[in-house]
Antibody, heavy 117, light 111 residues
Framework: EVQLVDSGGGLVQPGGSLRLSCAVS????????MGWVRQAPGKGLEWVANIKQDGSEEEYVDSVRGRFTISRDNAKNSLYLQMNGLRAEDTAVYYC??????????WGQGTLVTVSS | QSALTQPPSASGSPGQSVTISCTGT?????????VSWYQQHPGEAPKLIIYEVSKRPSGVPDRFSGSKSGNTASLTVSGLQAEDEADFYC???????????FGGGTKLTVL
């Protein structure tokens, strides 16, 4: 069974940092692009970042480029999102997701990030 | 404002069919057959129900179908059931500048 478990969310002050993690099981992690998608409270979905199977390519939405860094550890079956310079508008539930067939085929349960003083 | 435009709401009675539209541009929906649809029940993570415009993942009922014409994709839910009540989001690949875009979501109500 494919499983993605998100963790690392919490309350952080504006300008602060947070590192999200996603532990996966049930599939060969190293064979898939992976990504993060967020959802602000009561709002729609927004793609944040993607990373290639071997970590050699990273893609970001403009609003987080230069502040967020996506990475992966294929030996640990884990995906990460390092978030620096957090802003109030980054407040959201962050989901990790597995890319397959040009879609986000499987999703984690999400972890809530709240940026507030 | 979302990159793809969806109606904020849709509704139908049990057994009826409802279609949700998703309008983009030639740079996303119209330029690639990489449109996907997601169903999200309250408090849950989104679930993929359609990929590559019209393909259904294993386990998704054939009551859900997708299509595309020009810059507009559509999701049709046939034989509406109470459990279909949820938020639905479309998404499209948008090339090497914007990568992935989503619609603003449509709240489907089963009357």
């Amino acid at each position: 069974e494919v499983q993605l478990v998100d963790s690392g969310g919490g309350l952080v002050q504006p300008g602060g940092s947070l590192r999200l993690s996603c532990a996966v099981s049930g599939f060969t992690f190293s064979k898939h692009w992976m990504g993060w998608v967020r959802q602000a409270p009561g709002k729609g979905l927004e793609w944040v970042a993607n990373i290639k199977q071997d970590g050699s390519e990273e893609e970001y939405v403009d609003s987080v480029r230069g502040r967020f860094t996506i990475s992966r550890d294929n030996a640990k079956n884990s995906l990460y999102l390092q978030m620096n310079g957090l802003r109030a508008e980054d407040t959201a539930v962050y989901y990790c997701a597995r890319n397959s067939d040009w879609s986000f085929a499987y999703w984690g349960q999400g972890t809530l990030v709240t940026v507030s003083s | 404002q979302s990159a793809l435009t969806q109606p904020p709401s849709a509704s139908g009675s049990p057994g009826q069919s409802v279609t949700i539209s998703c309008t983009g541009t030639s740079s996303d929906v119209g330029g690639y057959n990489h449109v996907s649809w997601y169903q999200q029940h309250p408090g849950e993570a989104p679930k993929l129900i359609i990929y590559e415009v019209s393909k259904r993942p294993s386990g998704v009922p054939d009551r859900f179908s997708g299509s595309k014409s020009g810059n507009t994709a559509s999701l049709t839910v046939s034989g509406l059931q109470a459990e279909d009540e949820a938020d639905f989001y479309c998404s499209s690949y948008a090339g090497s500048n914007n990568f992935w875009v989503f619609g603003g979501g449509t709240k489907l109500t089963v009357l």
